[in-house]
């Protein structure tokens, strides 16, 4: 139990007192009927800010796949260019070979 109060008191900078005191100010402000109704809302809003983040990882990867195509189109442009010099290397070759 001692381990698992230092892995809270590492990550979240407060220990299980100070959660249990803001846990007792919360039902004193808002009431116990209340703390439900505000513990769904809490949770929508972490789904929205989720979803949010989930979209914006989206575009950025949707933006690095449409760069993917032209790297694909200079690599094969480069290979073709490569082909072409090849040939001309072979017919250079073949044309110092007749003479």
Same mark, same amino acid.
């Given at each position: 139990?001692?381990y698992l109060f230092e892995i809270n008191h590492i990550f979240l900078f407060i220990s299980g007192a100070e959660i249990v005191f803001v846990f007792f100010i919360v039902?004193?402000?808002?009431?116990?009927?209340?703390?439900? *109704?505000?513990?769904? @809302?809490?949770?929508?809003?972490? @789904?929205?800010?989720?979803?949010?983040?989930?979209?914006?990882?989206?575009?950025?990867?949707? *933006?690095?796949?449409?760069? *993917?195509? @032209? /790297? /694909?189109? @200079?690599?094969?442009?480069?290979?073709?260019?490569? /082909?072409?010099?090849?040939?001309?290397?072979?017919?250079?070759? *073949?044309? /110092?070979?007749?003479?």
């Open positions: 139990m001692l039902l004193l402000v808002f009431g116990a009927d209340k703390i439900p *109704s505000i513990a769904k @809302t809490l949770a929508k809003g972490m @789904t929205q800010v989720r979803r949010a983040t989930n979209d914006i990882k989206n575009e950025i990867q949707n *933006s690095v796949d449409v760069e *993917s195509p @032209t /790297k /694909k189109i @200079t690599q094969d442009f480069k290979e073709e260019v490569d /082909k072409v010099k090849k040939d001309f290397d072979d017919l250079g070759d *073949s044309i /110092k070979r007749e003479l």
